[in-house]
């Protein structure tokens, strides 16, 4: 479900992908739990689906979310780790 809300996201489809994600967020969590790294990733692309919709302070939110998951499982200094933290930047700038 989140890769068709990816999908429709890199489309420029916000509105049809929005429903899909935020349904895809809550099956993950209550699948694997609100810290897995596979909640880390849908964290991430609800985060980027709200940026491209202007809601930066909601966008931020998701995606701390996701850093806060990535530092504690991957570590600091892990790519995708950095990427979500340099995402998190450049919303701050």
């Given at each position: 479900?989140?890769?068709?809300?990816?999908?429709?996201?890199?489309?420029?489809?916000?509105?049809?992908?929005?429903?899909?994600q935020f349904e895809a967020l809550a099956?993950?969590?209550?699948?694997?739990?609100?810290?897995?790294?596979?909640?880390?990733?849908?964290?991430?692309?609800?985060?980027?689906?709200?940026?491209?919709?202007?809601?930066?302070?909601?966008?931020?939110?998701?995606?701390n979310q996701a850093l806060v998951i990535?530092?504690?499982?991957?570590?600091?200094?892990?790519?995708?780790?950095?990427?979500?933290?340099?995402?998190?930047?450049?919303?701050?700038?």
């Open positions: 479900l989140n890769n068709i809300a990816v999908a429709l996201r890199n489309d420029g489809n916000l509105q049809d992908a929005e429903p899909l099956m993950v969590v209550k699948a694997y739990g609100p810290d897995d790294l596979v909640t880390a990733c849908v964290y991430s692309a609800t985060g980027a689906l709200l940026k491209l919709q202007g809601d930066v302070a909601q966008a931020l939110i998701y995606f990535r530092e504690r499982k991957l570590g600091v200094d892990d790519k995708l780790t950095q990427l979500v933290r340099a995402r998190l930047c450049e919303m701050l700038h």
